[in-house]
C-alpha cells in the first residue's frame, strides 16, 4: 500500500487497504492475523507495516474507515505485544500467546528493528492527536536504544550479517521521527558507519539490494534531518550500485524490478517486490535531491 501510494496507483491501493480493513482483519479477536487461511499467528513487525500503510492510504482518499482500522491495529499491537523485554514478535491465535524465540533469527526475536514498525505509533499520534500512541513509540525507542549496540554482527554466519544489515537499516529508519534528539543522533552516525562497513566488508561474497537502497534512504533522511551530514560520494556509489540491480527484460513483470542481490558476484535469478519497491524510492529521492534540492518527509518511508 505505501509502495503504490508513492508510486501514484492509489485505486490498488485502495484495493490493498480496504482487503486488509474489511476482510483481513479479525473484529471478534480484534487482531491482524499473518495469514488469513488459517490464522495461526499475527506478527507485531508486519502489525506495523500494515497501520502504516493503512495510513498512507488514508492520507491520500481521507477515508475514516481505514483511519479506524489503522487506530484499531495500532491498539492491538501496544496490548497484545506488549513484553517485559519490548514487545513480543509472534503471537499464536486466536491465545495471543507469545511463540518461542529464536536468538539466531532476529524476525523470530525481539530488538531494536522493531522500532521501524513502531513509527506507525508515531504516525498515528500525527494522525489522532491521542498521546496513547506517542508513549507507545516512546516505549520502544527507549528499548531500540538500549539493545542496538548488539544486534550487529549477531550470526556467525557472514551471509546472515548482510540479513542482519537489512533488519539493523530498519532500527535506523525508526529513528528518524525523534532525530532531533542527541541520543539519536548519535545512534544514526554510529549505525550508520556500521553498515556501510560491513556491507562493503561481506559485499563480495553476498550483497543485498535493499540493504544498499535502505542505507542511501537513511543517509538522505539523516542529513535531512541535521542528524548526520550527507557523505556525498558514499550516496553516489551506493545510488550506482543500486541502479545496476534494476531489471530490464522482454517480461513486464521483471521489467523495471529489482534483482534481490548478487552471491559471489553472480546476481540472483530473480526480482523481489519488497527489493523493488525500497530500490525504486531510493533513486528517487536520491534523484530528486541531486537535481532539485527537494526533500521527503519521513512520513512517505516505504
Known sequence: MSALVYLGCLEEALRAAHFLADVAWDAAVRVMPFEIDPAEFTYFFDCGIIVRGLLAAWRARGS???????????????????????????????????????????????????????????????????????????????????????????HPDRSKVMDRLHAFLYFLEGLLPAAGDARVKAALCDGLRRVAALREEI????????????????RLYADWAGAVPLDTAAAEREAALLAAYQAADDDPRVDGGFYFGRRDGTVTPFVNPVSACFGVQALAMWDEWRTSGARAEHRILI
Not at 203 to 218: G, N, T, Y
Open 64 to 154: 475514516e474507515e481505514l483511519l479506524a482500522a489503522a487506530v484499531a491495529i495500532g491498539d492491538s499491537m501496544a496490548r497484545d505485544f506488549e513484553a517485559k523485554d519490548g514487545y513480543h514478535p509472534i503471537l499464536s491465535l486466536p491465545d495471543k500467546q507469545p511463540v518461542k524465540r529464536d536468538g539466531l533469527r532476529w524476525s523470530r526475536s525481539p530488538g531494536c528493528y522493531q522500532l521501524k514498525s513502531a513509527m506507525a505509533w508515531w504516525n498515528l499520534a500525527e494522525a489522532t492527536g491521542e498521546a496513547r500512541f506517542r508513549a507507545a513509540y516512546e516505549r520502544a525507542l527507549e528499548f531500540g536504544m538500549r539493545g542496538y549496540g548488539g544486534f550487529l554482527p549477531g
Open 203 to 218: 559485499a563480495p561474497e553476498f550483497e543485498r539490494s535493499d540493504v544498499i537502497a535502505q542505507l542511501l534512504r537513511v
